[in-house]
């Protein structure tokens, strides 16, 4: 396992159209998070699964996001009506809820571009 | 919003200077970890912090965390090419492996 996989790497889409973008984590890490990451900005939370359970939503997310993780192991995220302020990298990370000082490992994460 | 400000937003300095980004929350966290990003890459783990007024060193980076868990820094020592990035801190509030918050952070450049 080398470690956190994000595909597509990069994603041009026209305003109104659906995306999806999977997120494959190490796979002994039980945690899952997305992040969005826009030009001189920190990564900015939008959600975080413990195995397939959902716990966290980032009230900044629309309901034209979704997430899923069904069986625990890799996830998906979904934007629903893309608009132009949805040009962002997303950004996937995993973590284990083990001991010791682990933080996140995150993929390379997929460009998208609204246009 | 961002919920962890982290000052400066840039800082140039040439190579062999020392280098500092400071990083305070409005309420206390459970943990600071900070994490460095390459231009056109993504962010790569340091390190955590948990305990009030602890300190860890990594070789030229020293890491501290406030005693009262709102306030963390980083110090670069003699700085080199290679530690051209953004540094990041990022806090967590309950859990220890929850929701990070992360600051906007600090864009070195090193001029050789």
């Known amino acids: 396992d080398t470690g956190v996989s994000q595909d597509p790497r990069h994603k041009i889409t026209k305003r109104g159209q659906n995306v999806t973008f999977r997120c494959d984590p190490i796979?002994?890490?039980?945690?899952l998070y997305w992040y969005r990451q826009t030009l001189g900005q920190g990564p900015e939370f939008l959600t975080y699964?413990?195995?397939?359970?959902?716990?966290?939503k980032s009230r900044l997310l629309s309901d034209r996001f979704s997430a899923e993780r069904p069986k625990g192991s890799f996830s998906t995220l979904e934007i629903q009506r893309t608009e132009q302020g949805d040009s962002a990298m997303y950004l996937c990370a995993s973590s284990s809820t083990g001991t010791g000082p682990y933080g996140y490992t995150f993929g390379s994460g997929t460009r998208l571009t609204v246009v | 919003g961002q919920q962890v400000m982290q000052i400066p937003q840039y800082q140039h300095v040439q190579e062999g200077e020392d280098f500092t980004t400071y990083c305070n929350s409005s309420?206390?966290?459970?943990?600071i970890q900070w994490y460095k990003q390459r231009p056109g890459g993504h962010p790569v783990f340091l390190i955590q912090?948990?305990?009030?007024?602890e300190v860890k060193k990594q070789k030229r980076l020293t890491f501290q965390f406030g005693e009262a868990k709102k306030n963390s820094s980083l110090h670069i020592t003699a700085t080199q090419t290679t530690d051209v990035g953004t540094y990041f801190c990022?806090?967590?509030?309950?859990?220890?492996?929850?929701?990070?918050?992360f600051g906007r952070g600090t864009q070195l450049t090193v001029w050789p």
């Open positions: 990022a806090g967590t509030r309950g859990s220890t492996l929850g929701r990070l918050y």
């Open positions: 699964f413990q195995n397939e359970a959902q716990l966290e």
């Open positions: 796979s002994e890490h039980n945690r």
């Open positions: 912090l948990v305990k009030s007024g």
């Open positions: 309420t206390t966290l459970s943990n």
